[in-house]
């Protein structure tokens, strides 16, 4: 159960321009967050939270999400040694996504091994063929 208090958001003008954290959550209680590295900038992952996760996270100053694989509350690297330890934490302008910067501990971000789960490019401005392929990135 979570503690913290979020503000309400029936007040467009405060949720944009207010000091007051009042997340919209979607119909699951979850709001996506990109978590990027606070040394070199780069793309670590994209996942969600719900509220138990930004109350773990604010509290601790490590990453916390929702496995909505598992169902459950996940701790980054709890198990894995890979923790995020929180330099920044921000709200976009309407609350509807968050950005994480962090340090990564451990050296890779991903659970395929990846140092960032964004190791793949997909092509553009090409031609299109029956068969679409991504590029591994050296990352």
């Known amino acids: 159960m979570t503690k913290i208090q979020f503000a309400n958001r029936s007040d467009r003008n405060a949720v944009e321009n207010g000091l007051e954290f009042a997340p919209r959550f979607d119909e699951r209680g979850l709001i996506p967050v990109f978590t990027t ?76 091994g990846h140092p960032t789960c964004f190791y793949r490019r997909i092509p553009v401005g090409e031609t299109i063929s029956d068969k679409s392929t991504i590029e591994l990135l050296e990352v």
């Open 37 to 112: 590295c606070a040394s070199s900038g780069k793309a670590l992952m994209q996942a969600w939270m719900n509220a138990e996760a930004i109350e773990k996270t604010i509290e601790t100053g490590e990453a916390h999400y929702y496995s909505r694989s598992r169902q459950e509350l996940w701790h980054k690297g709890a198990t894995s040694g890979e923790l995020q330890v929180v330099k920044d934490f921000r709200t976009d302008c309407d609350q509807d996504s968050l950005w994480l910067v962090v340090e990564q501990q451990g050296g890779k971000c991903c659970h395929v």
